[in-house]
């Protein structure tokens, strides 16, 4: 496979894009306790915007004030949020690389972090919860529209909200919102639908999701399959992570390879395939594999210039170890990677 793939611009659903190398959604935990994004942040995004990437997700930023992940995540769910959702639209922009934001509600992962305010589980929520939810993935969207930002990707992986409605092992609702694969889909085809309502059918809209279930079951690839034919045509793209998204160490290749194969064969979506990137072979492996692009995170906090690298040499590695420093919150770490001695403009 030519490297010159990577970097040709090609179309994922609506986006356009200059390339194929992503930088996958990453929390930095800088942002201020009251949700508002630090110049640290913003100059992050002005440096990724240099490389040769082809599309930008941003960190997974809060659509409702119950849903804080954390004490250090950005929010987007008033329009005080406004200016800096531009901030990042612009900086990551500046040079051509689309960006998306990516928008999440932390569920049972807010607990002790959103000021009191109720904890939101799959099966705690009423039927007015839920439409009130939705309702709050339309509205941030329009904000991130308003921004400038290329698209939104709902961020339905992981264990946030959305993700749990779709593993029936946090998910015992009875009515339409549990049950059958496509029942335990429903709140994200609905946030999809909500989308697009409020911000219109051409503006690119992408998933995030978990490939498989803690014990990797036949079953959940099934229901995967189910859920994702049902949404053909409605997300322009579907990044696949995974359980356990983000192992430490050095991988020795991508983690989730064998499930994008999988998928390949049986959904149409254009699939993103994340986690695991540390050279130009697992790239190769990935897109000959069947993804329509490889994602990277780490390794971008690592080196922000690594796009770079991998375009100059073939021989380019990650130094990227695995390490787990970048989860700790910005201001006790001072620094986003271990390894970076600072953080220069
Ligand atoms: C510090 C850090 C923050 C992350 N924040 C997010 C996030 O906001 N949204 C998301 O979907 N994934 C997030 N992830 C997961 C990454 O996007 C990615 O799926 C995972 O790290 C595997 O990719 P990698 O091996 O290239 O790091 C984060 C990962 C790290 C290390
Ligand atoms: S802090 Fe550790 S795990 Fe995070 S990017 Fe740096 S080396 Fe990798």
Not at 14 to 21: A, F, H, I, Q, Y
Not at 304 to 320: E, G, H, I, Q
Not at 331 to 342: I, N
Request: with cysteine; charged share 25%.
């Amino acid at each position: 496979m030519e490297k010159s793939i990577l970097f040709t611009s090609c179309t994922l659903g609506k986006l356009s894009m200059p390339g194929r190398l992503v930088r996958s959604a990453t929390e930095l935990f800088c942002a201020e306790p009251d949700g508002h994004v630090p110049a640290v942040e913003t100059e992050e995004y002005r440096r990724l915007g240099k490389q040769p990437l082809g599309l930008i997700v941003t960190a997974h930023t809060c659509v409702s004030p119950e849903g804080r992940a954390n004490p250090w995540q950005n929010a987007v769910w008033d329009d005080e949020f406004l200016p800096d959702a531009v901030r990042i639209a612009d900086a990551s922009q500046a040079e051509g690389v689309p960006a998306v934001m990516q928008l999440g509600h932390g569920g049972a992962k807010a607990e002790g972090h959103n000021g009191g305010l109720p904890v939101l589980t799959p099966d705690n929520m009423t039927e007015s919860d839920i439409a009130a939810l939705v309702r709050s993935f339309g509205a941030a969207a329009l904000r991130a529209k308003r921004a400038g930002f290329s698209g939104i990707m709902l961020h339905g992986a992981h264990l946030y909200l959305l993700s749990r409605f779709f593993y029936p092992r946090f998910n015992h609702r009875t009515d339409r919102y549990g049950g059958s694969a496509l029942n335990r889909f429903r709140v994200i085809r609905e946030a999809a639908e909500e989308v697009k309502k409020t911000c219109g059918d051409a503006f690119p809209l992408l998933l995030k999701i978990n490939g498989d279930d803690e014990a990797g079951t036949e079953e959940y690839h099934r229901d995967l399959v189910d859920a994702l034919r049902s949404v053909s045509g409605c997300f322009d793209a579907v990044e696949i992570s995974g359980w356990n998204s983000a192992p430490g160490g050095v991988p020795e290749r991508p983690f989730f390879i064998d499930n994008i194969r999988r998928l390949r064969n049986e959904v149409e979506l254009p699939l993103i395939e994340v986690g695991g990137f540390r050279s130009l072979a697992g790239m190769f492996e990935a897109l000959e594999a069947g993804a329509s692009a490889v994602s990277m995170s780490r390794p971008l906090l690592c080196e922000p210039d690594f796009p770079t690298k991998l375009r100059m040499s073939d021989d380019a590695v990650s130094r990227c170890r695995g390490c787990g420093f970048c989860y700790r919150p910005y201001p006790e770490r001072g620094r986003l990677c271990c390894l970076r001695a600072e953080d220069p403009s």
